[in-house]
Nanobody, 124 residues
Framework: QVQLVESGGGLVQAGGSLRLSCAASGLTFSNLDLGWFRQAPGKEREFVARLDWSGSMTDYADSVKGRFTITRDNAKKTVYLQMNSLKAEDTAVYYC?????????????????WGKGTLVTVSS
């Protein structure tokens, strides 16, 4: 069973930066594909970014492309989401996601493993 624990959320002004972290345990981390989703109040959970097990393949939602970067450190069993040039519309609970199949990390209903989320609030 995979356990995912997010950290790094908080309050930031528009234009600022935050780095989210997600520490994983329970399965062989280096075999997992990883991703980030977010859910704003009253909205569905949406895809933000994903990264394959090797770290060589990444994918981003159009709304964050060029501003967010997903990376992983297999030695630390941690995945990161660097968020720059934050906007008020980035305000949401951010969830770490993991799966053995990269393709599942594009749609929330397909993902097998979730963290409990960390709140990011961007003030305008």
């Amino acid at each position: 069973q995979v356990q995912l624990v997010e950290s790094g959320g908080g309050l930031v002004q528009a234009g600022g930066s935050l780095r989210l972290s997600c520490a994983a345990s329970g399965l062989t981390f280096s075999n997992l594909d990883l991703g980030w989703f977010r859910q704003a109040p009253g909205k569905e959970r949406e895809f933000v970014a994903r990264l394959d097990w090797s770290g060589s393949m990444t994918d981003y939602a159009d709304s964050v492309k060029g501003r967010f970067t997903i990376t992983r450190d297999n030695a630390k069993k941690t995945v990161y989401l660097q968020m720059n040039s934050l906007k008020a519309e980035d305000t949401a609970v951010y969830y770490c996601a993991a799966d053995s199949i990269y393709g599942r990390l594009r749609v929330a209903v397909s993902v097998n493993y979730w963290g409990k989320g960390t709140l990011v609030t961007v003030s305008s």
